[in-house]
């Protein structure tokens, strides 16, 4: 099976059975493995990791039918980013779609997570160009941030880390900026993912002049209302711009969406598809 067209093609439960006939696991040191992802792709993760980590190794993806939704909707020269890349799944398969010709950026502040996106994409002879920081709406800053080792996150003093059933063990200081900022931004892009337990509005804010000027760009958000001071707020802002909303069914195809609804999440959260 060649997995990259299959994940856009096939229906959901033969590609989670393939991938999980193909699982394999190898330990590399003390806390760290190689895992096969996606029946084909080697790929580090942290083993001491309770949330992301465990499906990688054991069921070899990570939430398939987001996983058939980038590959639908990324292209071969893409140019993608990854903001909250954490152990660098999407990461992986943005560069596996955009190829070659395309250009991925990723955004992860905890060292030892940006060290094993690295570690894979070194595997893979994928570039990236990796950001160990926050995305944020204020360039040159320091941030603290509250992490939660056992479910590899980390979220920003003020922000709700959304599902976290572990202690928060320590807090680190951070550097953020703007996506704006960065040099990768000079030039228009075509996909962003940002995943940033309660932040997503501030990134959000950081990239404003990459809204107006890449004329294709779409966005995959994760949004929880109960992490925002102001959700219904956040969503006039989007709305305003002319992005529409959608959310992701189960088969990895977008579906409209109403500001009611993804207000009525309460203290869930919804991955939403942005395009215009």
């Known amino acids: 099976m060649e997995i990259l ?10 590609l989670e059975e393939w991938c999980r006939t193909r699982c394999l696991v190898a330990p590399v040191k003390d806390g760290v493995a190689m895992c096969r992802v996606l029946g084909t792709f080697p790929m580090y993760v942290d083993t ?15 939430e398939i039918w987001i996983s058939q939704f980038m590959a639908k909707t990324i ?3 893409n140019r993608c980013i990854d903001v909250g890349a954490n152990l660098g799944y999407f990461t992986l398969l943005m560069g596996l779609k955009a190829g070659a010709s395309g250009a991925i950026q990723a955004w992860e502040p905890q060292g030892d997570l940006a060290s094993l996106i690295a570690g894979t994409a070194a ?9 160990r920081a926050v995305a944020t709406d204020v360039e040159g800053c320091a941030l603290t941030m509250r992490t939660f080792p056992r479910e590899g996150i980390g979220a920003l003093r003020g922000s709700a880390a959304i599902g976290t059933g572990g202690p928060i063990i320590d807090q680190i200081t951070v550097s953020g900026t703007t996506i704006d900022s960065t040099e990768f ?19 959000w804010a950081g990239c404003e ?10 966005f995959l958000i994760e949004f929880s209302p109960s992490g925002y001071a102001d959700a219904a707020g956040f969503v006039d802002q989007i709305t305003g711009d002319g992005w529409k909303l959608h959310t992701i069914d189960a088969s990895g195809n977008p579906k409209s969406a109403t500001k009611e609804a993804l207000l009525n999440l ?9 395009c215009r």
């Open 5 to 14: 067209s299959a994940l856009a093609k096939f229906k959901r439960d033969r």
């Open 48 to 62: 001491t990791d309770m949330s992301v980590a465990p499906h990688l190794m054991m069921h070899g993806f990570w």
């Open 185 to 203: 931004a000079k030039q228009p892009v075509d996909f962003i993912k940002i995943d940033a337990e309660g932040h997503e509005p501030q990134v």
């Open 75 to 77: 292209k071969p020269g």
């Open 266 to 274: 309460g203290n869930g959260f919804e991955m939403v598809y942005l």
């Open 209 to 218: 002049r990459v809204r107006k000027e890449s004329p294709n760009l779409k």
């Open 123 to 131: 595997l893979n002879g994928i570039k990236v160009d990796l950001h």
